[in-house]
């Protein structure tokens, strides 16, 4: 499997460095006050079907404390400026969210599995692959965040058949096989995610 093959070269390179320092960055988010762990929140919200990119850009714009306090169109008109997909709902998400500022202490309480499922049933802009990508962006390693890029790269190497769509059930067994390929690889799933990713895009983002 040339995957495999490419992962293993590229941990010889400078990517391995990016990485290890993204990774480190996820472990102590631990630390971080309860805004911080909200604005990863949005953030995540404004990457379904966006690109992370200008997520990033709008995520520094509004700061922890604007998507906390900042009033709907204020956030709308950040993230249209930006050219960002789907300004009204998604500020609409961003400020619905409220009612869980206190994500940190909500999630800090269970493990991945429910964390995921405690996200997916109350956090409206959220599926499976938006509410791994925050848990793996505050701490958790054991996640996959099967976005196009991952299941593109997955297909190409056999491991899975494109699919077409991705209900919890798809989700869970192509989760399965990803996870499996970390452990294959002896690294955990959010590192996998981000070598897979650079593979695909050239860049180490969050």
């Not at 990517?15 to 805004?35: G, P």
């Not at 762990?37 to 709008?58: G, K, P, Q």
């Not at 500022?101 to 991945?112: D, F, L, Q």
Request: hydrophobic share 40%; charged share 25%.
């Amino acid at each position: 499997m040339w995957l495999k093959s490419e992962i293993e070269r590229l941990k010889q390179t400078s990517v391995k460095e990016l990485i290890d320092k993204r990774l480190e960055s996820f472990s102590s988010f631990a630390d971080k006050q309860n805004e911080y762990w909200f604005s990863e929140l949005c953030f995540c919200i404004l990457t379904a079907n966006s690109r992370a990119d200008s997520a990033m850009r709008i995520q520094s714009q509004v700061s922890p404390m604007g998507f906390l306090m900042s009033p709907e169109a204020n956030i709308a008109r950040a993230i249209k400026t930006n050219k960002h997909r789907f300004h009204n709902n998604k500020a609409k998400y961003i400020c619905e969210a409220r009612t869980y500022k206190n994500i940190r202490e909500i999630v800090s309480g269970m493990n991945e599995v429910e964390a995921r499922e405690w996200l997916v049933e109350n956090i409206k802009g959220l599926g499976y692959k938006e509410a791994s990508h925050f848990l793996r962006n505050t701490g958790s390693k054991n996640l996959a965040i099967l976005d196009r890029h991952i299941l593109n790269l997955m297909a190409e190497n056999g491991i899975i058949t494109r699919p077409k769509s991705l209900n919890k059930k798809s989700y869970l067994e192509i989760e399965e096989k990803f996870n499996s390929l970390a452990q294959e690889l002896g690294m955990s799933s959010a590192e996998l995610d981000l070598y897979m990713w650079f593979m695909k895009t050239g860049v180490v983002l969050k």
